[in-house]
């Protein structure tokens, strides 16, 4: 993937975080989240791209725009583009951590178009790569990364999307001895995290969202970590749509080779709230600093950008009252 692209396309997640900070610790979801989509949606307007939104806000009578299909930008480079604004809606609207404005790209046909269900996930890093299983217990899981990482299953860090339904998961983390981050929202960052050093997550498990699986695959395919995933339906309608969407054998392991099938995709993310893994949005006057993470899969490449913006980002606040 071309750097000159994968600039243009920071460009677009710097144009959410900035547009959904103002809103952080406003208590309004709803709002930080709409800032999100319009700035993300104006950005790439102007991108000389042919893009297909094929991870984004849901179906088109869901979402007024960024949504599953939406053609984008203004002609050019046939590629396909997952989305998500604002990263833990919650975590901004209650100035909590690691809330992101994320994007993943790669070439036309190459990202999983998953329909908006469940999703069984795990993920790790490089050193552990390929050691664990999305079928495997959590207790291998642990004790593979431990393995892979040359520690003690007790100095192994589990994220795990605290919800009712990965409870027997963490009783069961717990019992191996491995400790464990619970997260509120926000699974790209626990699945990417595992990658990153120094933000103290070794391994990502539990049941989150489908869609957030293709866009934590994306960054894990670019760093050279593992991410496997299997649907985990609620219902036939969500079957029946997935067979519909998907390329993939959606009864079966969902590997990083039939999510994103390609080298030459990329993952971009920008800090919206202050975290482990980036800095949240810093305002001053009428400019503004975002921290960004971008990721090439094809010269597997991690790049950590500062960017200030001195005037102009009052475009971004047009939500603002």
């Known amino acids: 993937m071309r750097t000159t692209r994968i600039v243009e396309m920071l460009e677009v997640t710097e144009a959410a975080a900035l547009a959904a900070g103002r809103w952080m610790g406003k208590g309004d979801k709803m709002a930080a989240d709409d800032a999100a989509v319009e700035a993300m949606r104006k950005a790439m307007d102007v991108l000389d791209i042919s893009g297909t939104v094929v991870i984004g806000e849901g179906e088109r009578d869901e979402a007024p725009m960024l949504y599953i299909g939406e053609k984008v930008g203004g002609g050019g480079e046939l590629i396909d583009i997952a989305v998500d604004p604002l990263e833990g809606t919650n975590l901004t609207a209650y100035g909590q951590p690691n809330s992101l404005a994320v994007m993943a790209f790669g070439p036309q046909g190459s990202l999983l178009h998953a329909p908006d269900t469940y999703m069984m996930k795990v993920a790790t890093g490089p050193a ?33 999307l605290e919800r009712e339904r990965n409870q027997a998961m963490i009783e069961e983390v717990r019992k191996a001895g491995a400790r464990i981050r619970l997260i509120s929202d926000g699974d790209v960052f626990g699945a990417v995290a595992t990658a990153i050093e120094g933000t103290g997550i070794h391994l990502y498990m539990g049941i989150g ?84 993470v971008a990721m090439d899969a094809s010269s597997k490449t991690v790049r950590f950008i500062d960017t200030v913006y001195n005037t102009g980002v009052e475009k971004f606040w047009v939500r603002m009252d």
Do not use: W
């Open 209 to 292: 969202a489908a869609p957030e699986g293709v866009l934590a695959a994306t960054a894990m395919r670019c760093i050279g970590g593992t991410f496997m995933g299997r649907f985990a339906f609620r219902n036939d309608e969500e079957r029946a749509r997935a067979l519909q969407m998907s390329k993939c054998d959606i009864d079966g392991v969902l590997d990083m080779d039939c999510l994103v099938s390609t080298d030459e995709a990329a993952f971009i993310a920008t800090g919206v709230t202050d975290g482990e893994m980036l800095r949240g949005v810093k305002y001053f006057g009428q400019g503004a600093r975002t921290h960004s």
């Open 128 to 160: 552990a790569a390929g050691m664990i299983h999305v079928d495997a217990t959590p207790t291998e899981n642990v004790k593979a990364v431990a393995r892979g990482l040359d520690r003690d299953v007790g100095d192994i860090v589990v994220c795990i």
